[in-house]
């Protein structure tokens, strides 16, 4: 009840990047059990299932298409719509060694807003 109890309506989930960063093992998104949640794909998947479960808020993902893999960012599109979520790619975002600066922030503002207004 953490959701009502707090009067949240709309929850962003943005993630992904640092582990395409850091390589981490991808494995499958069909993947089940305690050491498939080790892996990115079946991880994303169980959050989305498991926030939806708990909220039936407006969930919004938003994808970072750049310094991303595509397999991580097709699995973000793909479950956040499986649970119903609205998905914002963000595109052409202003960087400073791989993390937005003021530019960049204002411009994922302007994105985000765009897509859900």
Not at 56 to 75: A, F, L, P, Q, W
Not at 83 to 109: E, F, N, W
Request: include cysteine; glycine fraction near 8%; aromatic fraction near 6%.
């Amino acid at each position: 009840d953490f959701f009502k109890k707090n009067g949240i309506d709309t929850v962003f989930v943005l993630g992904g990047t640092n582990d395409s960063w850091a390589d981490a093992r991808l494995g499958k998104v069909s993947d089940e059990g305690r050491e498939a949640l080790f892996c990115v794909l079946p991880a994303i998947r169980k959050f989305l299932t498991l926030l939806r479960s708990a909220f039936s808020g407006r969930i919004i993902v938003i994808t970072n298409d750049t310094e991303i893999k595509t397999e991580i960012v097709d699995c973000l599109i793909s479950e956040g719509e499986a649970v119903g979520a609205t998905t914002v790619r963000l595109t052409d975002i202003h960087k400073v060694s791989g993390h937005p600066d003021i530019i960049g922030m204002r411009q994922i503002y302007e994105q985000v807003k765009a897509a859900i207004v």
